[in-house]
């Protein structure tokens, strides 16, 4: 079965701290691993998409890499508004068109 | 920037009670789906939608649920009979040819069941 882990569960940075997420996955066949933003009562929003072990995503504040395991977001000077969950996802050959979400490192950035 | 609209915002029903979800993709999306999302759980799968037929669906998307395309337009999402464990968010989303641009989600419907 697919799994998506995410971690830290919640951090809390000074703005300007820089820091990164984690996301683990176990999946049959990854067909490639979705980041999103989430804010309170809101949908998803897309970040990036990564396909394959050494791939890197860059916006803004924000990059993305990718290994055989994991992905990793690295969050650069971050501001207030880069307060947010950040949800990691995968797509794979067991899911056809869907995703398995993680469940959310959810962001606080201080000012 | 084309938005996945869905209405209403909140709804508020009592259990036993129909309720119908609603969606209005962004119009050169090929694919549709609906995700929910329990207060602090992670974002789960219901129904992916495509060529006015589901194409695949999850446990959680039994017989009380249901989906439909009719105008070519609004996507819905049918619970016949709403139980107080449908309580969560409920988020539509669509998928164009691009599969590296993820898919847009709405900005969801609160669905209460008291």
């Known amino acids: 079965e697919d799994q998506v882990t995410q971690s830290p569960e919640a951090l809390r940075l000074q703005e300007g701290e820089s820091s990164s997420l984690n996301c683990s996955y176990t999946?049959?066949?990854?067909?490639?691993l979705f980041w999103y933003r989430q804010d309170p009562g809101k949908g998803p929003e897309f970040l990036f998409t990564?396909?394959?072990a050494g791939e890197e995503k860059e916006k803004e504040r924000l990059k993305a890499t990718l290994t055989k395991k994991e992905s990793f977001l690295h969050i650069t000077a971050p501001k207030p508004e880069d307060s947010a969950t950040y949800l990691c996802?995968?797509?794979?050959?067991?899911?056809?068109?869907?995703?398995?979400f993680g469940p959310g490192t959810r962001l606080s950035v201080l000012p | 920037e084309p938005e996945v609209t869905q209405t209403p915002s909140h709804q508020v029903t009592q259990m036993g009670q129909e309720v119908i979800l609603r969606c209005v993709p962004i119009?050169?999306?090929?694919?549709f789906y609906w995700y929910r999302q329990i207060l602090g759980q992670k974002v789960e799968f219901l129904v992916s939608?495509?060529?006015?037929?589901?194409?695949?669906k999850s446990e959680i998307f039994d017989d009380q649920f249901s989906v439909e395309r009719p105008d070519g337009s609004n996507f819905t999402l049918k619970i016949r009979s709403t139980k107080l464990e449908d309580s969560a968010m409920y988020f539509c989303?669509?998928?164009?040819?691009?599969?590296?641009?993820?898919?847009?989600f709405g900005s969801g419907t609160r669905l209460t069941v008291v």
């Open positions: 996802a995968v797509r794979s050959l067991n899911y056809g068109q869907n995703f398995v």
């Open positions: 989303a669509g998928l164009g040819r691009q599969e590296d641009y993820g898919y847009t």
């Open positions: 990564l396909y394959s």
């Open positions: 119009s050169n999306h090929l694919y």
């Open positions: 999946v049959s066949g990854l067909r490639g």
């Open positions: 939608f495509y060529n006015n037929e589901i194409s695949e």
